[in-house]
């Protein structure tokens, strides 16, 4: 695995993210410094001089309300990984074929396209997507790509959270207004995830650890180097300072002598043991110790019977 391209990427896509959902509040009318006031006319907001969907008075009163309770920056903040999240999230499944419509939404299966598939299946996916082909066909025809494949990652991801509500909320809040704008141009976010990781590295599910834990590296400098200048850490960074990926062979170590000894107590005919590099054999017990153990296997256990507490998962 390329950790160099993960940890470069992830850094630079944070400062881009930031940047480009500040942006999008910009051009609704919100600052760190001032929300401006916007227009009604006929029944539609104006803001900027631009009309509105029906929705955008909701979601962008939700937004106001989330600054005045979190503040704008930690709001910005939580946005731009938000968007990181599910984008490596997507990017993951695409390459591992997980996605439900099973085409690609971020790249191309044909290595010398730039265009995600998704723009020459979406009338295939456009049931399962539950799109309006009246809207596809007027943005392909008016050539706007990038509001097109807008409107095809909300729907998706709306899709996903019937699968995966964890990972992919329902977007019809003010996420919807910060989507992250030219993703589809060569150094955007999307390009430079498909192009500078390798496809052999987003076949190891470890991936998504060592993208968030380099993701909030810069953020966790932050909060030490203010720990050094007596600067308490407050509880929304907390999971930048305290938060650490635990690798692969980390966690089989941790597996195979918690739920692979009882196992392996229980069945010691078992041939699971030969697959694993870091099961430890049992020391040998003083003969009354050995007995207390042996009456507390149960040589009956299944899978099904095994129940397992992390008190460090977070």
């Given at each position: 695995?390329?950790?160099?391209?993960?940890?470069?990427?992830?850094?630079?896509?944070?400062?881009k993210?930031?940047?480009q959902?500040?942006?999008k509040?910009?051009?609704?009318?919100?600052?760190?410094?001032?929300i401006?006031?916007?227009?009604?006319?006929?029944?539609?907001?104006?803001?900027?001089?631009?009309?509105?969907?029906?929705?955008?008075?909701?979601?962008?009163?939700?937004?106001?309300?989330?600054?005045?309770?979190?503040?704008?920056?930690?709001?910005?903040?939580?946005?731009a990984?938000?968007?990181?999240?599910?984008?490596?999230?997507?990017?993951?499944?695409?390459?591992?074929?997980?996605?439900?419509i099973?085409?690609?939404?971020?790249?191309?299966?044909?290595?010398?396209?730039?265009?995600?598939?998704?723009?020459?299946?979406?009338?295939?996916?456009?049931?399962?997507?539950?799109?309006?082909?009246?809207?596809v066909?007027?943005?392909?025809?008016?050539?706007?790509?990038e509001?097109?494949?807008?409107?095809?990652?909300?729907?998706?991801?709306?899709?996903l959270?019937?699968?995966?509500?964890?990972?992919?909320?329902?977007?019809?809040?003010?996420?919807?207004?910060?989507?992250?704008?030219?993703?589809?141009?060569?150094?955007?976010?999307?390009r430079?995830?498909?192009?500078?990781?390798?496809?052999?590295?987003?076949?190891?599910?470890?991936?998504?650890g060592?993208?968030?834990?380099?993701?909030?590296?810069?953020?966790?400098?932050?909060?030490?180097?203010?720990?050094?200048?007596?600067?308490?850490?407050?509880?929304?960074?907390?999971?930048?300072?305290?938060?650490?990926?635990?690798?692969?062979?980390?966690?089989?170590?941790?597996?195979?002598?918690?739920v692979?000894?009882?196992?392996?107590?229980?069945?010691?005919?078992?041939?699971?043991?030969?697959?694993?590099?870091?099961?430890?054999e049992?020391v040998?017990?003083?003969?009354?110790?050995?007995?207390?153990?042996?009456?507390?296997?149960?040589?009956?256990?299944?899978?099904?019977?095994?129940?397992?507490m992390?008190?460090a998962?977070?």
């Amino acid at each position: 695995m390329d950790k160099s391209s993960i940890k470069k990427f992830a850094i630079e896509a944070r400062t881009k993210l930031i940047e480009q959902v500040k942006q999008k509040a910009f051009e609704i009318g919100i600052t760190a410094d001032r929300i401006e006031q916007y227009e009604e006319v006929d029944g539609h907001v104006i803001v900027h001089g631009k009309a509105r969907n029906s929705d955008f008075k909701k979601q962008r009163e939700q937004l106001i309300s989330a600054i005045e309770s979190k503040g704008y920056e930690q709001v910005m903040e939580e946005m731009a990984y938000t968007w990181f999240n599910r984008f490596i999230s997507l990017r993951f499944m695409e390459v591992n074929g997980y996605l439900p419509i099973g085409v690609r939404v971020l790249s191309s299966e044909e290595p010398s396209r730039t265009e995600p598939d998704v723009f020459r299946e979406v009338v295939a996916v456009s049931k399962h997507l539950s799109l309006n082909l009246d809207k596809v066909f007027e943005l392909q025809d008016q050539g706007d790509d990038e509001e097109l494949f807008k409107y095809i990652i909300l729907k998706l991801c709306n899709v996903l959270h019937e699968v995966l509500p964890f990972m992919f909320e329902k977007i019809n809040d003010y996420s919807e207004l910060l989507f992250p704008s030219n993703l589809l141009i060569e150094d955007s976010v999307v390009r430079q995830m498909v192009t500078t990781i390798p496809e052999e590295d987003w076949q190891e599910v470890e991936i998504i650890g060592w993208l968030y834990q380099f993701y909030v590296s810069e953020k966790k400098d932050e909060v030490f180097a203010g720990l050094k200048k007596n600067k308490k850490i407050s509880k929304e960074n907390i999971p930048a300072a305290t938060q650490l990926f635990t690798p692969k062979w980390i966690v089989q170590y941790m597996v195979e002598n918690s739920v692979g000894r009882l196992w392996m107590e229980s069945h010691p005919e078992s041939k699971a043991v030969d697959n694993w590099r870091y099961y430890l054999e049992p020391v040998e017990q003083e003969p009354e110790v050995q007995v207390r153990l042996d009456a507390l296997r149960n040589p009956n256990l299944s899978p099904e019977d095994i129940t397992v507490m992390d008190p460090a998962c977070g």
